[in-house]
């Protein structure tokens, strides 16, 4: 698929194009639960400050990209008209696989 503009449907590999509205844009965002998050220390522990110095090594042991996919994490998607209709109807791939193109 080398054509400018043309790219894959990220579920079936069909060619996509920008023209004519041929796709759906999935743009997904995930991030923790701040409140969760913030409480989880001193409501699992007796021992707040040796949990606190934990966490402390652990984040000291994590890049900056690992450290950031815990807290927000982006992912975009083209869909082909079909695969959209087939994702929004199960988006978690409980019913069915992904079809494969066969070009």
């Known amino acids: ?3 400018p503009g043309v790219f894959p449907c990220s579920r079936c590999d069909q060619p996509l194009s920008r023209k004519g509205g041929e796709f759906y844009l999935i743009d997904i965002r995930a991030v923790v639960d701040p409140v969760s ?5 001193f409501e699992i522990s ?14 000291d042991s994590l890049t900056e990209e690992q450290l950031v996919s815990e807290i927000y994490q982006r992912k975009l998607f083209s869909l082909c008209p079909n695969c959209y ?8 791939g409980r019913e069915s696989p992904a079809p494969r193109s066969s070009t």
């Open 1 to 3: 698929m080398n054509s």
């Open 37 to 41: 998050a913030r409480n989880l220390v």
């Open 46 to 59: 007796d021992d707040p400050e040796f949990e606190i110095s934990q966490l402390l090594k652990r984040i």
């Open 85 to 92: 209709v087939t994702w929004m109807a199960d988006p978690f």
